[in-house]
């Protein structure tokens, strides 16, 4: 870490040490962020030179998803070299000057890492498949005999998180694991050529300057020992339900333990954050005891409604579960692989994450902004993901022929409502790609995102993007925000949320109706226009300074 980064970045509030503890952390989805060259997809020059618009919108640092060499069965997460940036982002070297650029305006950046499985055209994979029954190479990941009288049939009953078997048959006979797409070969954590690899990969990014990595999959690296039958169909309704045989076994621990110590060997504060899909925020908190991660996401939070009870239930939870590992709680509306909060908020609550209904749009806008003060006033670090400060909400009528979710093409999987929340991002102009890049743009983007554009919404006190703006500026100033592990929770009416950090007071409700509230102190920030500091109008949140 240069020294120059060391003195601008944001210096936690709390009493623990770690500027992950209350950081704001931006996602960057390469391929959507921002073209360079005109190919019609976001490249890692397009990413910085788009560094200065993430420092005026005052986040901490950014998290970048896969940019490696990769076929792109799955959007880069099936990851063919791991050293290696695919051409359609850049190289290497680009992928240096954007961590060096980060650092110089004071931002960290965060890569992802895929663990869990590779792409079938990984070396170790296509040469395993070369190499046939009994190679050595094959024990690097989970080949097996099939079923029935001529191993016609799968090794086991386990299904493919985006539709149909988890094993696919190679011409030799054998199977092979893939929990996600038949692309996406899972490894053998039980391997030790396995485990070296990635302690090599970690080596490798942390020298380059990374400042972190976001863990895919974090939950899925051990499987039950005989990958033994899970007896049921229709298993994705248990996922992030029940502990299954190859999901948050606890054999990943001891994994994770072993990269936090070589992470403690680099300076700077160098995270590790877990995507681990857990049945509850305790399993969830065993991830970030103090010798593992730093962070993991809080998918009980992404996926509550707009309800006051269940958000207080899940906030409460939230920070219950993670005070005794001694870990700050995260927090999430939106990322790449859920329908977008404007969007999911405004359909009728219970309909989850994985929607196509539009909805209302400005309902879902307005619930939305309440939202993000509610995220951005809670204890801990929040994460962005690139263009909910514009208040984007999911493209829903994305023609088949342009999709490109490998669920999308499964007819026993998902619907491919992936690909709604991935259209590139509008930062110019009257007309698509609305400066995306010279080249159009690889989803189309629709005619009314250019009343959204970064330049539309600049300067307008009114827009979304401006109260992001703002509720950073003002999270930033407070020494009551950001860090710590409690909320003082205040009396209020039914369908109403207020709490007290110090100073800072917050009120939100979740309701169809105003609501009488006694206006605790002057207003710092409302996320809709207030006719009555006695009032608090529908689906709205306040955050006051007493």
């Given at each position: ?23 704001v ?31 005026e919108?005052?986040v ?144 490798f ?18 499987k ?55 049945p ?8 970030v ?57 405004a ?43 514009l ?24 619907d ?79 369908g ?28 710092l ?21 007493e």
């Amino acid at each position: 870490m240069t020294q120059h980064l060391a003195e601008t970045l944001h210096t936690p509030t709390g009493t623990l040490p770690g500027w992950w503890r209350e950081a704001v952390i931006y996602q960057v989805y390469p391929r959507s962020f921002a073209d360079s060259n005109g190919d019609g997809m976001g490249d890692l020059e397009g990413i910085r030179s788009r560094l200065p618009y993430l420092k005026e919108l005052g986040v901490d640092a950014v998290w970048l998803s896969p940019f490696y060499a990769s076929p792109q069965a799955d959007a880069g997460y099936d990851v063919a070299d791991y050293r290696a940036i695919d051409p359609m982002f850049g190289t290497l070297h680009d992928a240096d000057a954007v961590i060096r650029d980060a650092h110089e305006l004071g931002l960290r950046i965060i890569v992802d890492l895929v663990p869990n499985h590779c792409s079938d055209q990984h070396d170790w994979f296509k040469q395993a498949v070369r190499e046939g029954a009994g190679s050595r190479l094959r024990e690097r990941f989970h080949f097996r005999p099939g079923k029935g009288e001529d191993g016609e049939l799968p090794p086991n009953d386990w299904e493919s998180i985006f539709g149909g078997p988890a094993w696919t048959r190679v011409p030799d006979g054998e199977w092979y694991l893939h929990l996600f797409a038949p692309e996406q070969p899972d490894f053998n954590w039980e391997h030790p050529a396995v485990q070296d690899e990635f302690r090599s990969i970690l080596r490798f990014w942390l020298d380059l300057g990374a400042d972190g990595f976001r863990v895919d999959v974090a939950h899925g690296l051990v499987k039950a020992p005989g990958l033994p039958d899970i007896g049921s169909g229709d298993q994705l309704k248990l996922l992030g339900n029940d502990i299954m045989p190859f999901f948050d076994q606890d054999g990943v621990h001891e994994i994770y333990r072993s990269w936090r110590r070589i992470l403690d060997e680099y300076e700077g504060d160098r995270v590790l954050v877990a995507e681990a899909w857990t049945p509850t925020v305790e399993r969830t908190a065993l991830y970030v005891r103090p010798d593992e991660m730093h962070q993991a996401f809080n998918f009980q939070y992404l996926t509550a409604d707009w309800n006051a009870g269940e958000l207080r239930k899940v906030i409460d939870g939230s920070l219950a579960a993670m005070r005794p590992v001694g870990a700050p709680t995260t927090w999430v509306l939106s990322n790449h692989d859920v329908t977008r909060h404007a969007t999911r908020f405004a359909n009728p609550p219970g309909l989850g994450t994985q929607l196509r209904e539009q909805g209302d749009r400005e309902l879902g806008l307005r619930r939305a902004r309440a939202a993000t003060l509610l995220m951005l006033a809670l204890p801990g670090s929040a994460y962005v993901y690139q263009g909910e400060e514009l208040g984007l909400p999911d493209v829903t009528d994305l023609p088949d022929e342009v999709r490109q979710d490998p669920s999308f093409f499964r007819a026993a999987g998902q619907d491919g409502f992936r690909d709604g929340c991935r259209v590139p991002i509008p930062w110019s102009g009257t007309e698509a790609p609305y400066g995306f890049g010279d080249g159009g743009s690889w989803l189309p983007q629709p005619a009314e995102w250019a009343e959204l554009s970064v330049e539309a919404q600049t300067g307008d006190p009114e827009s979304t993007l401006e109260l992001y703006r703002a509720a950073l500026r003002i999270r930033r100033e407070r020494a009551e925000l950001g860090a710590g592990d409690a909320v003082e929770w205040l009396p209020a009416p039914d369908g109403v949320l207020a709490f007290r950090r110090g100073g800072f007071v917050c009120t939100v409700n979740t309701t169809a109706e105003p609501v009488a509230l006694p206006a605790p102190g002057t207003v710092l920030l409302a996320s809709a226009v207030l006719e009555s500091p006695g009032t608090l109008p529908a689906d709205t949140a306040v955050w006051w300074e007493e």
